[in-house]
Nanobody, 121 residues
Framework: QVQLVESGGGLVQPGGSLRLSCAAS????????MGWYRQAPGKQRELVAI???????NYADSVKGRFTISRDNGKNTVYLQMNSLKPEDTAVYYC???????????????WGQGTQVTVSS
């Protein structure tokens, strides 16, 4: 059993900041890529940022220079620091991780339950 639990969402004014966290727990042998996705009402889920186990990162163009993804491998946790937030950043943010369990020879994708981020004055 593997579980991803997100925290840190909420309501913030334009220009403000939020920090999302996502902790993975359970029968985890190894975590590969971790990332954040978001889905706004009426839109498809889109990639926000990803980070490899070695720390290489990739961002959506819309968040470059404003968002920073990081991870703590010792805590099986990924973070998303969001600065200079805009109303168009409003969405449900989902954590994703490629995880190999102790009872498996391959890795699978796991998702968190989602956390709401609302940017509004």
């Amino acid at each position: 059993q593997v579980q991803l639990v997100e925290s840190g969402g909420g309501l913030v004014q334009p220009g403000g900041s939020l920090r999302l966290s996502c902790a993975a727990s359970g029968s985890i042998f190894r975590i590969y890529t971790m990332g954040w996705y978001r889905q706004a009402p009426g839109k498809q889920r889109e990639l926000v940022a990803i980070i490899s186990s070695g720390g290489n990162t990739n961002y959506a163009d819309s968040v470059k220079g404003r968002f920073t993804i990081s991870r703590d491998n010792g805590k099986n946790t990924v973070y998303l620091q969001m600065n200079s937030l805009k109303p168009e950043d409003t969405a449900v943010y989902y954590c994703n991780a490629e995880i190999q369990r102790y009872d498996s020879a391959s890795h699978n994708a796991y998702w968190g339950q989602g956390t709401q981020v609302t940017v509004s004055s």
